[in-house]
């Protein structure tokens, strides 16, 4: 499980390598959080290109070179390119100590997986099922868009067509930390219900939890109940007294397993229309099956990506295998659209404990496609 951290953004130095689709859709989120995007890269899309003519981003036209992470709060690689996205990892992690930095889709080179985002400009809501499936994320992310008159992050930035400006919003940078044998700090007078919450989903994501030591500088985070004086730039902080004075803070969250849905609102209002979201969503999601589902098809990622060669296969492979609906041409809705849907297919096999079963499916059908290549 990873942990869902909102970051605050607001006029903090971020760095972008890369300038294709991918790392434009980064760009877009750190800017309607408030950052001050950099993007590197020899060649830009057209929206980046647009950013940077008129002054929103910078924009350094070349590769990456040693050096270009230093000083930044945040880095993100998104190159095609394995050892320049190695290379960034290591200089801005390992050299320069900066606790922020993915590398896209390589886990072991990130300190935080991107989320799938929707917002309608007030609430802010970010769905991961820790990197176990992505297709599930999307379709529910989907949902959203179609149910809550939300927009997605793929879709900002153009208007028929073409390049618009993007405006700081005011909203957090919503991320999933991988806190997976690293020490996290607890400093408290007494542990709250908020410090235990905060301390139960620490533990789930593997992270080493040490209360109120005398020296924390070597800590990837500081959760407190009082604000750090001169607070170290090796760490990043979560104060719960003063929480728009932290680096980050720890969401509303509906849970079930590792399908992790978590709520914000802008600049900390509306809290009556996220609290009324929140109790919406977490009777629609939590204990309804979406928890097994998601672990179900995680545990078969690994043979998934051994035997197809290509992302976009792979992709294909996991929207088909979750919409099929046995002797029927209908999509399965993942009990999205249809909270009473009883059709035969592998979510409501998983909803009623029917692994087994649901297993011997994903077998076959695997088989079959690699027959078909």
């Known amino acids: 499980m990873f942990y869902p951290a909102h970051i605050n953004l607001q006029n903090r130095k971020c760095l972008v390598v890369g300038g294709g689709t991918v790392a434009e859709r980064k760009v877009v989120a750190m800017l309607i959080s408030g950052g001050e995007v950099t993007v590197v890269s020899p060649d830009a899309t057209e929206l980046l290109v647009f950013l940077a003519d008129i002054g929103t981003i910078q924009w350094h036209k070349r590769q990456f070179k040693t050096g270009d992470t230093k000083g930044y709060f945040l880095v993100c690689a998104a190159t095609d390119f394995t050892t320049i996205n190695t290379a960034v990892y290591v200089e801005a992690h390992e050299k320069n100590n ?19 985002v929707v917002t309608d400009g007030e609430l802010m809501i970010s769905i991961s099922t820790s990197g176990k499936s992505p297709a599930t994320s999307r379709r529910i992310r989907e949902h959203f ?13 153009y208007e028929n067509g073409k390049p618009v400006p993007i405006e700081n919003q005011g909203l957090p940078y919503p991320v999933y930390l991988l806190l997976e044998n690293r020490k996290c700090v607890v400093l408290c007078e007494q542990e709250t219900s908020e410090i235990k919450r905060r301390v139960s989903l620490l533990q789930q994501c593997g992270a080493t939890v040490v209360y109120n030591p005398t020296n924390f500088e070597d800590a990837f985070f500081v959760i407190s109940d009082a604000s ?101 041409p209908q999509k399965c809705c993942l009990r999205l659209t249809n909270t009473e849907c009883s059709a035969e297919c592998l979510f409501n096999w998983v909803r009623h404990g029917k692994i087994e079963h649901a297993n011997n499916f994903i077998s076959q059908f695997l088989s079959a496609q690699q027959t078909n290549l």
């Open 98 to 116: 900066i606790r922020l930095v993915n590398v896209v889709d390589v886990i072991p080179q990130c300190t935080f997986a991107a989320a799938s």
């Open 145 to 157: 868009e179609d149910t809550l008159n939300t927009s997605s992050l793929y879709t900002l930035g």
């Open 228 to 328: 750090i004086r001169g607070a170290s730039d090796t760490f990043l902080q979560e104060s719960l007294d003063k929480p728009n004075s932290g680096d980050f803070v720890t969401p509303n969250l509906i849970l079930d397993k590792n399908l992790i849905i978590s709520i914000s609102s802008k600049n900390g209002t509306d809290i009556s229309k996220a609290k009324h979201l929140h109790e919406r969503l977490t009777h629609q999601f939590e204990n309804n099956g979406y928890g097994a589902f998601i672990n179900l098809l995680g545990a078969r990622r690994a043979e998934v990506l051994k035997a197809f060669p290509t992302s976009k296969m792979r992709a294909d492979f996991f929207e088909t295998l979750i919409g099929h609906v046995a002797d029927s």
